[in-house]
Nanobody, 127 residues
């Protein structure tokens, strides 16, 4: 399984960015995928994740109403994280992660359940 991320960058507070993650190697939609982030000195946290079989996203409280996780209508096994109303506290390295559904047992967006990780992309929000 490979995950290829794109997007990220520098944006002013209140702005928007879109991250994309293309997964390859899954032979069915029986897997979970999502985004995690890690800011300097902080633990990695689950931002938004979903099982591809039901596409019902989970959102961390800190991003509810601002971020949207969706799967692509055109590109198979590709998900997008649309981030609106960005705040300086959203500054972090964002990682795409995925795992077979059977391995996701602690919760849909718990990092320790995810076996495959992208390289990470920096998101910086200036005030």
């Amino acid at each position: 399984v490979q995950l290829v991320e794109s997007g990220g960058g520098l944006v002013q507070a209140g702005g928007s960015l879109r991250l994309s993650c293309a997964a390859s190697g899954f032979t069915s939609d029986d897997y979970a995928i999502g985004w995690f982030r890690q800011a300097p000195g902080k633990e990695r946290e689950g931002v938004s994740c979903m099982f591809m079989s039901d596409a019902f996203p989970y959102y961390a409280n800190s991003v509810k109403g601002r971020f949207t996780l969706s799967s692509s209508d055109n590109a198979e096994n590709t998900v997008y994280l649309q981030m609106n109303s960005l705040e300086p506290d959203d500054t972090a390295v964002y990682y795409c992660a995925a795992s077979w559904s059977w391995a996701v047992v602690a919760g849909v967006c718990v990092a320790s359940d995810y076996n495959y990780w992208g390289q990470g992309t920096q998101v910086t929000v200036s005030s």
